[in-house]
Structures are given as structure tokens and as C-alpha cells.
């Protein structure tokens, strides 16, 4: 039971455009959301966040949407680098309901930046 | 300001063997996370712990495997009689505290077993 979807799972977009990637969730009981940047034989590194009590959240080049009525949001990078080329994961956790900050991730989906 | 520390990088087991993974949080996070990602899937939580408590191990295979986060040291997942599908990519994540904070990632341990 997947609860955290990665419907794409590559994207490719080139140098200077944006970068959308999208994912949708199940579970009522999440209200917090991340997005997780990862290299290969490395570990996630956290990119940004956004609590269920928010639609948007922006820092620097990385924004991140929620619309908690169709339980789906997007992370837009803007513009898109050659150093963006990654795998990006969705993470969500229940943490402000109490169930702590265990997270469930997404598949990921592969990006690449061409030049 | 040293990060997540995660040990070994690399972990080669014969079935049958056992597998010790270490993981040292960052400096004043007392909340610790392990997930493993198998091959070409997303990472999936196994156990949280905090200091000599295990606090949510419903991730966690029912037989064979175990964490502990001692009053002093790193934490260790261990995994007992390895069997060839728990070779995977083991991460180990700490936090602060469980407020609104997001959780910082070790390396990971890639465990194979042969």
C-alpha cells in the first residue's frame, strides 16, 4: 500500500527552465511534507518543507505547493541548474497529530537538467 | 559540526552471518531513524528510537533483526543469519526532537550479502 506516490519517475527539463515534480498522498493523517534530494551511494539531503497549516513555501530557488484537498503537491525549482540532477524524494509524516516523525517516502523520481 | 555518521560505508555478509550497523546522530539530536531502501524502491521506515528506548518499530521484520540507541554510543541495527534479500541500502536519520524539524541523513550503510 504505497501512501505516498511518485507517479513520474524521471523528468527531464533543460538548463535555465522549471522543474515540477509532483506527488500525491493517502493518508488523511499526514501534515507534514518534505522534499529530499538524493545523489547516488549518498544520503537524502533535505531540501524543504511544508506543514499541512500552508499552501506554499518558498527558499531561494525551491517552492514547494500543497493542496491538502486533493492531497497532492509539487516542488517547483526554478531556474533549473545541471547540479538539480538528482533523484528527488517525497516524504510525509503525521508528526502534528503526535505520530512522531517517521516518515514515508515516495518512489523518487529521477531528474535530469540538460544543458 | 560533524553530520550524521553512518559505519561501515560498505558491508559485505555471507548468508548465515550476522551484520552490525552503526550510527552516531548529530551533535545534540537525541532522536534516531533508520530506513532501508531496497533496490530501485523509495526508502522505508523501519525504527525510531531515542536513548535507550524504542519508541516505534512497526517498520521493523519481525524476526532477525534489532536496534538499540544505548545511554552512551551510537546506535547499531543489527541484523542476524543475513539472508540474500536484505541486501539494501541501510540509512540511519537523527533529529532534535520530534517538532517540526526535519530529519538529517547519514551515508548509509550498503549492506550485500553473498
Redesign the interface.
Known sequence: DQQ?K?NSPSLSVQEGRISILNCDYTNSMFD?F?W?KKYP??????LI?I?SIKDKNEDGRFTVFLNKSAKHLSLHIVPSQPGDSAVY?C?ASP??TGG?????????TQLKVEL | NAGVMQNPRHLVRRRGQEARLRCSPMKGHSHVYWYRQLPEEGLKFMVYLQKENIIDESGMPKERFSAEFPKEGPSILRIQQVVRGDSAAYFCASSPDVELTEAFFGQGTRLTVV
Open positions: 505516498v511518485q507534514y518534505l529530499y551511494a549518498e544520503g537524502p539531503t533535505f518543507s506543514s524524494f516524504a508528526i502534528l512522531g516523525n517517521k516518515l514515508t517516502f515516495g518512489t523518487g
